[in-house]
């Protein structure tokens, strides 16, 4: 009993359900419509997608895409986070501005913040030299140790930092100038040798000789000190222990004294800003070899009255 | 006896009488009953309500260190309370495992009782069995429903409906409202709420389940079961032939006909009068007679309806009743009805029983016995060691100390093994190091405490033990293994 449509349409018998019309070889399409949730959610979407493109960036252009009526912006979007993080900091900031840094660890809550602070600052401008762990390298310190070139409290690292050393430019930088004991003939590649065994024998590693001790009393005791304990006034190192900046072995002592090597380092405080700075030594001195500051004594004054 | 499952396919030809792939609803206007079945959902329902409405509400003193809300679940600070018992995120597998005895809860109560779940308490059966009250209060019974839903539209059936759909829009925000105070403090939650300061999940939570709440339980109501819910279709196949179910004792009631016809010729008729009150009182639509079908709830409205009906015409109750597949095929061969007690214990119940409580008391030893201290301890890795001045060789750790009593502790930290080695740190000045230290974690919490040990000069590498003892009558103590660094252990 087919129901004969115009344009090939009739209800089939079935499913009583119409056919679109069409009709290949005797198949036949029923024309089952799209259940309605799906159409409405459907038109919704396109709905929704027209409102997007008004609002928000969308259609890419020959320089730059519409912007859309928000101005929204995912980098805005970012410029806006850092903006509400740098707020929340400022309060903090402040505060590091304007405690002196031998003061910071009485106050517990700003030390921690600012060596929080420090080491995210380590991580952009210090580890190309010291390294990600601060553990340095050869002819790079160590910043871990308890062995300090130029002082190891608060203030000196502070003052390190922002003066650099062998920097030309800042009259306060650190400056040491070891002879070049070989290359300038000063000694000969005997007493180097002999003195060579004298320093390693101040801290144990080699029999001592006469003639080394010799040597180094009248051509190093002077800044190394009689005993090779070193002098952070002039920033010459400890000799007695067992931390080598520049190696530890026989031949590397020679070659150092044959013609010494000077590091040198950045100062800091032409590139980045005081507060930056304290955080980067409150985060160095935190590592664990930091020292406890110790207030210079005041100039005796002789105040009494005759 | 017509099975449903069968579709007979000579029929498909007629449109009429054909079963259609998708049926047009028809609104199911169930009659009142009372009786043993309805009284006891009654019960079910105001137990379920009153636990799902009430709980948030309950208190439960722990101290100024933890919330004093009996249930919550805290998801901010990862902590879920209940009762005296609070679990961290780490052991969450207490949770699963109340996940997996709600599971084999339902084998278990499957394979005695059938569909009680879907029948009783399911949440989807309650409140729709709440709605539908809703309907009887406002639109009076089956008869009055029927006549207004084919009333045209008109001031009065407005107005009607406005009403009926407003109080299901209030009991949906209610349940929606009641759902979100499991994750806060609920007086607080309930406050902000309605001042505005609640954060926008609590507000979008309790939009979507007033809507869901809404849709399901005032308009979908048993479409859910049959087309949504996929526990039916499970449940057929966990019901064995020794399962409870609703039974259309067709043996007995056929061949149905009305009392008067029955009357004339007792013979030629069952104990069944066609009076269509076990159809008339289901709150799914269907007619039991036509046997068990997946629409079939197992509410038992249908056997208090038919006990009534046949306690009227005097004839014996159960014509519908509870009773097991096999109990069926006895009846019907001419046995004497036994105790529908009998079929819940077999081995399959028991065995079941016994897995669900074996979980029960694991779960409940492992409660009771579990550690609120607890170490871990990770050492640096970059530099791994470092050589001092004085050639002795330090290690850096961060502990981690974690405190689940919800009061502050004082813990001591000792290094067990290493010899020589001491320890310091942030707070503890190198000169005071030693092989134990003092610290005190906060209430409830985890704490991170980095520290230097110092071991004496060519000390080797080796693995050595961090001890913590908690410092109060408890006594408790936990330890962990880790590795000490030296120059040459690359």
Known sequence: MANERPHGKRIDEATGTSTVGHEWDGIEELDTPMPRWWLWSFYLSIAFAVGYVVVYPAIPLRREGTPGLLGWTSRGDLQHEVDEHRKGQSAMLAALARTPIERLPENTGLMRAAVAGGRAAFKVNCVQCHGAGAAGSKGYPNLNDDDWLWGGDLKAIENTITHGARQANDPLTHTSQMPAFGHDGILTPLQIDQVAGHVLSLSGKARDNAAGAQLFAVNCAICHGPAGQGNRQVGAPRLSDAIWLYGGTKEDIEAQVTNPRHGAMPAWGGRLDPVTIKMLAAYVHSLGGGEEFVEAAPAAKTDAKP | MRSPDVIDLSRLADPVSAPQLFQKRKTVHNKRVDGPFRRFKWLIMAVTLTIYYATPWLRWD???????????????????????????????????????????????????????????????????????????????????????????????????????????????????????????????????????????????????????????????????????????????????????????????????????????????FGDCIDCMQCVAVCPTGIDIREGPQIGCITCALCIDACDKVMAEIGRPRGLIDYITLEEADREKAGGAPRSAWKSLLRPRTIAYFTVWGAIGLIMLFALGTRAHTAISAAPDRNPPYMLMSDGSVRNAFTLKLRNMESRPRAMRVVVEGLPGAEMWSDEIDRKAAARSLLVTVPADSSASQRLYVIAPPNTPAQDFEFNVTSQDEQVEMAETKTRFSAPGDE
Request: charge should be positive.
């Open chain 2, 62 to 268: 722990r101290g100024p260190y933890a919330p004093n809300q009996a249930v919550l679940i805290d998801l901010a600070h990862r902590r879920f309370y209940m009762f005296g018992i609070e679990i961290w995120p780490q052991e969450f597998y207490f949770v699963a495992g109340l996940l997996i005895m709600a599971g084999i809860g339902l084998f278990l109560v499957t394979s005695a009782v059938g569909r009680a779940w879907c029948g009783y308490s399911c949440p989807q059966t309650v409140w729709t069995d709440l709605y539908q009250h809703i309907d009887r209060f406002i639109d009076g019974d089956r008869n009055a429903r029927i006549r207004l839903e084919a009333a045209p539209w008109g001031p009065k059936k407005i107005a009607r409906r406005v009403l009926k759909w407003g109080i299901y829009l209030v009991i949906a925000f209610w349940t929606g409202g009641a759902w979100i105070m499991y994750f806060a403090d609920a007086p607080t939650l309930t406050h902000d709420f309605w001042t505005g300061h609640a954060a926008a999940a609590a507000y979008i939570t309790v939009a979507i389940l007033t809507a869901t709440t809404f849709t399901l339980g005032g308009f979908m109501r048993e479409q859910v079961c049959v087309y949504m819910c996929p526990w039916p279709r499970i449940q057929s196949a966990m019901m064995d032939e020794k399962s409870l179910t609703v039974t259309y004792k067709d043996w007995r009631g056929e061949k149905r006909g009305s009392l008067k016809k029955a009357e004339n010729n007792p013979e030629a």
